[in-house]
């Protein structure tokens, strides 16, 4: 077939390109559509993905504190701006209010309009959140308040200053706690916006936290929050900032010694510090009006401070401890029951220990002799311990049980301090290097989740053996820890009457704030004279044969003192060992506080 003639051609040609376009066509429409069904495809694989988004993410609400401080009155107002992310789920966020002093003003949505008032059961708030919303919660939370020793939080012409736990309301979660919980993230984040008066500064510094754990959420609520028109004293140490009144004397270089020597000294006993601490020596009190403690925690610590009082000196260095020491460990173990005691104990301790590292001319000042202030520590637990044993006798590490809070003040204060003293003096006979039960604790603290950490600490120091009986002896019954020789740094009869009314009045603070009647015995010199001579003819025996020969022998005049209350005790027909010996003994006395 050879010769077709042109028409024929153009025919085929075009049938040809027509066949051909029709392919493209197709193919085209292939593309299309597979372009389609790819495009649906990445659709719905993002659909699918943005619907597990929202089921499966729950992001953490974020929690911005707008707070108002005024320069009257003694509450502050604060704004809780509460946003819960597009990808976190529809939930009732639960606040605790515990035992702050806050009254709720207003609850609004965004759009400014309110969202009914939260709910509240004991003594939790909880608010509905929606997805993507902000949430606004306004409240007035009181700062200025009293408390045991003086004031909780101040505001005065011249400054603001309170603590976190105070001013702010937070997650329940963070008060909880359970095992490897305080590395969890709490919250999205936290964050501050101040606003204050006019020449005011804010003195503390508050940075935003992005997903807060318990360390940080703890540490705003130990810290004090200070402003005001303060100065900065030059000279301080690295890392550490310290602020005055402005107008109050200029600082004095002994005490500015003093501030750096105590951050030196803990620099070295913890191994490290805070990235920044900051004190705050607020006036000392005069005439009528009380001490003020605005917070103490890893970043700072505001109170009032007199340089020329020795117990100021052992605050501000008891709160660096706990500084120090939270920022070096910061979970929750060490300040939950029962390793609370052996913590507020080593606190307590490295309190009195830390005095010895103050300049040479403020020590001799203040008349301090770190023995001493262990003898007398030491003649408080004797004297408290044999007076009311059903009320102090708790071993500690049945510190759970113990009910009053002057029974707890007692044993983290008084007892647990000199637990500690005797393990390390232990220690150190053994020839170990001393502080290695605190240096064990620091270099070992992320992994204490049990909740005995007096009992690894003390098998790191004494060993196997000798931690069983220091163990059984004293952490887990209450015999008496064997100081005797602190008998060389009794003070005079005087000073050690002092100490003894002392303890009495604060622990008898504590039962008194439960119990109004309960009576202080605060005893006169010339009783301490009288009890003394009539010694030998009103003997009781009102201990063990062989606790009394070592307590006589160690300090007379408190033996003198325990003779007598048990004598009278006698004369009244009062068992010694009744619960109730103490409200007994003063029943038909009008001579107590
Ligand atoms: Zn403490």
């Known amino acids: 077939m050879s010769g077709l003639s042109g028409a024929g051609v153009d025919y085929m040609a075009k049938n040809k390109s027509k066949s051909k376009s029709k392919s493209k066509n197709r193919r085209q429409g292939f593309r299309l559509s597979a372009r389609v069904i790819i495009i649906a495809c990445i659709a719905a694989v993002l659909a699918l993905a943005l619907s597990a988004c929202f089921i499966f993410i729950d992001k953490l609400p974020g929690y911005i504190y707008n707070v108002t401080i005024p320069d009257t009155g003694s509450a502050l107002i604060v704004t809780l701006e509460i946003s ?17 002093d806050i009254v709720i003003a207003a609850c609004n949505n965004a759009a ?7 709910l509240l059961d ?16 306004t409240y007035t939370a009181e700062v200025a308040t009293p408390g045991k020793h003086g004031n909780r939080g101040d505001i005065s012409g011249d400054y603001a200053v309170f603590d976190g736990e105070q001013a702010l309301l937070l997650p329940t979660d963070c008060y909880s706690y359970k095992p490897g919980f305080d590395r969890a993230s709490l919250m999205g984040e936290v964050r501050f916006a101040f606003y204050l008066p006019d020449g005011w500064e804010q003195i503390t510094p508050r940075d935003p936290v992005v997903k807060p754990q318990w360390s940080d959420i703890y540490a705003i609520t130990q810290d004090a929050f200070v402003f005001g028109k303060f100065t900065k004293v030059s000279g301080t140490a ?9 107008g109050a004397d200029p600082v004095s270089t002994e005490v500015l010694d003093g501030f750096n020597s ?5 620099s070295q006993l913890i191994g490290s510090a805070p990235e920044l601490y900051s004190i705050i020596a607020l006036p000392k009190p005069g005439a009528g009006t009380p001490q003020v403690i605005g917070g103490a925690g890893r970043g700072s610590v505001a109170a009032s401070f007199n340089q020329d009082l020795r117990r100021d000196w052992q605050l501000l260095s008891h709160r660096m401890f706990h500084a120090f020491f939270d920022s070096a460990v910061p979970f929750a173990s060490f300040h939950m029951a029962t390793n609370t005691w052996f913590y507020e104990g080593m606190a307590t301790y490295y309190e009195n220990m830390s005095m010895d590292a103050l300049p040479g001319s403020l020590k001799t000042r203040l008349d301090i002799d770190v023995n001493r202030q262990m003898a007398l520590l030491f003649n408080n637990y004797l004297y408290m311990r044999i007076k009311d044993t059903a009320a102090f006798g708790f071993p500690p590490m049945r510190e759970d049980d113990i009910q009053a809070d002057a029974a707890i003040e007692f044993l983290h204060y008084t007892t647990a301090p000199l637990l500690v003293k005797l393990l390390e003096d232990t220690a150190r006979k053994k020839g170990v290097p001393p502080d290695s039960a605190l240096r064990f604790c620091v270099n070992n603290g992320d992994s204490f989740d049990e909740r005995f950490i007096a009992f690894e600490a003390a098998i790191e120091v004494l060993g196997e053996d000798d931690a069983q009986i220091y163990c059984e002896s004293y952490l887990l019954s209450i015999d008496v820890p064997p100081l005797w020789d602190l008998k060389a740094y009794q003070p005079s009869d005087k000073d050690i009457l002092d100490g003894l009314n002392d303890i009495e009045y604060v622990i008898g603070s504590w039962f008194k704030s439960i119990d109004e009647s309960y009576p202080i015995d605060t005893v ?26 070592k307590l006589e022998d160690y300090c007379l005049p408190l033996y003198a003192l325990l003779n007598d209350y048990y004598y009278r005790a006698k004369q009244k027909g009062i068992s010694y060992d009744d619960p109730d010996l103490r409200y007994k003994m003063f029943a038909d006395e009008t001579n107590i506080e």
Do not use: C, H, W
Request: aromatic share 12%; no cysteine; glycine share 10%.
């Open 84 to 100: 819960n992310p597009l990808f976190s789920k529809t939930r009732a966020v639960s606040l605790l209010l515990g035992d702050k």
């Open 112 to 118: 400014g309009r309110p969202t009914g008032d939260p």
């Open 122 to 137: 004991d003594g939790v708030l909880y608010i509905m959140t929606g997805r993507g919303s902000t949430t606004y919660l």
């Open 238 to 246: 690295p890392g550490l900032d310290a602020y005055f009144l402005s």
């Open 262 to 266: 105590l951050y030196t000294y803990y």
């Open 524 to 549: 006169t010199y010339e009783q301490l004279q009288d009890a003394m001579a009539n010694l030998n003819n009103n003997r009781v025996l009102f201990l063990s044969v062989g606790t009394s020969v």
